[in-house]
């Protein structure tokens, strides 16, 4: 019997994961391997099992096409991330069951493909025995070991189109536009789209914000005859003492859901300036459509250096994107806290630099 090798997708969806899908079992069928792909996240190893097997001769349209023909799963029995950044273990009964799910199919390892709720359940399997290596999937940015994960350049590439398409419409008004986006705790998104596309305000998580100095750079900008301005917001970002803005009552066993920030922010912006403030919730569209060439290169590097990490018995390690070079890290060394946007990077001073108001 050649050689099996499974893969599952767990948590948001993204751009990239087909293309990730499609690298594995190209580079597997190389080496003259099978690959089965599990349908809605882990819940597709137990049983009833789904899955199906991927021939890479049929998985060509997948490097530019978004989501994921496996489907996805954020939710349920093997959600890992519950409250605000908090965890939880699984049911060993859970572990036993996929370890014998891969038996009966008999599957030499897993690649799995996810964030830091799907990679942290990743390792708590190859704690339980589960031959298994990861794959850094969110468009948050916020997994440590790793640089970049792939699905974060497509969603700035989304926010900072949206920004461009918003910068008309406020100078013809001459309207405060708020911009909201993904990035649960992590600024990332907000804060490269913000630089990218001309913000004049970044609020980001990292950074409690004052809504005195908002508007002091909007009466900044008046008084520079700029009627208008561009605030993009990260929906984890809070005002200085304040909590999260979050959408709805948590749900048992899931994240807390962040998001109308933007909505709190451009209602403070009108009453506190007198100008007129529109919201924009950017939301699912930074997940959809197809990854930019930068996330298509990346997710192939990946892919096959999951194949790579098999083919040498490397399990529990993650590939990486090291800004030079695809490697690996153990999966220990990504998960269980997030990566955070550093005060005093480069990215930072830069917007300061130039003028940017971030909310401090």
């Known amino acids: 019997m050649s050689t099996r090798i499974g893969i599952v997708t767990g948590g948001g969806d993204c751009p990239g994961l087909n293309a990730v899908i499609r690298a ?23 049983e009833p099992q789904r899955y199906v097997q991927l021939k890479y001769q049929e998985l060509g349209s997948l490097l530019t096409r978004g989501g994921t023909i496996l489907g996805t799963a954020n939710r349920g029995r093997f959600s890992a991330k519950v409250g605000h950044g908090e965890s939880r273990r699984l049911p060993q009964e859970l572990i036993d069951g996929v370890k014998a799910g891969l038996e009966k199919l008999g599957i030499h390892a897993l690649v799995s493909i996810g964030g830091d709720g799907s990679l942290s359940i990743a390792q708590q399997l190859f704690e339980g025995g589960v031959p298994i290596v990861g794959v850094p999937k969110t468009i948050d940015n916020d997994l440590e070991g790793t640089v970049m994960t792939f699905g974060f ?118 009453a506190r300036t007198g100008k007129e403030a529109r919201a924009c919730v950017l939301g699912h569209l930074q997940r959809g459509g197809s ?52 005060t005093d990077g480069s990215l930072i001073r830069t917007a300061r630099a130039l003028g940017i108001c971030l909310g401090d």
């Open 153 to 270: 350049e497509s969603a700035v590439a989304c926010a900072t189109d949206a920004l461009d398409r918003l910068h008309t419409t406020a100078e013809s008004h001459n309207r405060v536009m708020v911009l909201e986006v993904m990035g649960r705790y992590a600024g990332w998104i907000a804060l490269y789209a913000g630089v990218a596309g001309g913000a004049d305000v970044i609020l980001i998580p990292e950074i409690p914000f004052s809504y005195d100095r908002i508007c002091a750079k909007i009466e900044e900008r008046e008084k520079a005859d700029k009627r208008f301005a561009m605030i993009i917001v990260a929906e984890g970002a809070r005002e200085q003492g304040g909590t999260f803005v979050t959408a709805g009552a948590q749900a048992e066993n899931r994240e807390a859901r962040l998001g109308g920030i933007a909505a709190v922010v451009a209602q403070q912006m009108e």
């Open 291 to 342: 990854p930019t060439h930068f996330d298509r290169a990346l997710c192939s590097m990946f892919g096959t250096e999951a194949v790579e990490l098999i083919a040498e018995g490397r399990f529990g390690q993650m590939a990486a994107f090291l800004g030079s070079h695809v490697d690996a890290v153990p999966i220990t060394q990504a998960v269980g806290r997030l990566k955070t946007v550093r």
């Open 24 to 46: 594995v079992a190209k580079a597997a069928a190389k080496r003259g391997w099978e690959t089965i792909g599990f349908l809605g996240g882990y819940e597709g190893v137990l």
